[in-house]
């Protein structure tokens, strides 16, 4: 436990996809439609999701609080890419239960903490060091949620699919093609200089375990049916 206490926050999440977008978050409507899409599904996912203190763990540009901000008692921000949360305080200006924090502390505690679409940008390593890292930050009782993973059969093909049905159903198609031709190259770029990391579900009910987690998985709340999500709580 003292080398998770010792690891520093850039060792637990890095920021290198984050830091090459650039255009303000509240321009991409692909993005504000999948931040209203998580914020509905996390009611069906969390019990007593009105009651409880959010953690929001590589919280990117916000959106995701925003729309969040209205269902749970408050919500706190964190990332370590600097450019996601100078967004961050600018989306979410105005969400009077939202504070970002400079600084991760596990002298602050939470009854939910929610990983969305981050654990594919650490290694396992890092996982493993950000799990005993939210237990220390978690409530009696508090859960923890990790969505979007990938698994080790990554199917593309039906992936690109739920983006087409996602579209179509918010109007977003033609505004998804144009923004695909700008930044795909880029994306792939980064991709090839960094890999996604893919978890299969042994690996993640192995480091849950280790670190002292009950898991159960569940349907992924993002936009991606193919991955998975997890819920973890503190084994009795």
């Not at 903490?113 to 493993?128: C, D, K």
């Not at 042994?202 to 193919?226: D, H, R, Y």
Request: charged residues 20%; proline residues 5%; positive net charge.
């Amino acid at each position: 436990m003292d080398s998770i206490k010792r690891a520093s926050q850039k060792e637990l999440i890095q920021p290198e996809y984050w830091n090459f977008w650039q255009q303000p978050a509240t321009n991409n409507p692909r993005w504000r439609a999948e931040a209203t899409d998580l914020a509905n599904r996390l009611s069906t996912l969390v019990p007593d999701l009105e009651t409880r203190h959010v953690l929001d763990y590589g919280c990117g540009q916000g959106l995701v609080a925003t729309c969040l901000s209205t269902k749970v008692k408050a919500i706190d921000l964190w990332d370590n890419s600097q450019k996601a949360i100078k967004q961050a305080q600018e989306v979410c200006r105005s969400c009077h239960n939202v504070k970002i924090l400079k600084n991760l502390s596990t002298e602050k505690v939470y009854d939910l903490i929610l990983v969305s679409s981050v654990i594919q940008y650490i290694t396992e390593e890092q996982l493993q060091k950000s799990m005993a890292l939210w237990k220390q930050m978690l409530k009696p009782g508090g859960l923890v949620l990790i969505t979007d993973i990938i698994p080790t059969r990554r199917r593309i093909a039906s992936e690109i699919l739920a983006l087409v049905r996602f579209a179509v159903k918010y109007g977003l198609l033609f505004n998804m093609l144009l923004t695909g031709i700008r930044e795909l190259p880029q994306y792939w770029y980064k991709s090839r200089k960094r890999p996604l990391t893919y978890y299969d579900p042994n690996t993640i009910a192995e480091l849950s375990a280790a670190t002292g987690f009950k898991l159960e998985f569940v349907s992924n709340p993002n936009i991606f049916p193919t991955r998975y999500a997890v819920l973890l709580c503190l084994s009795q």
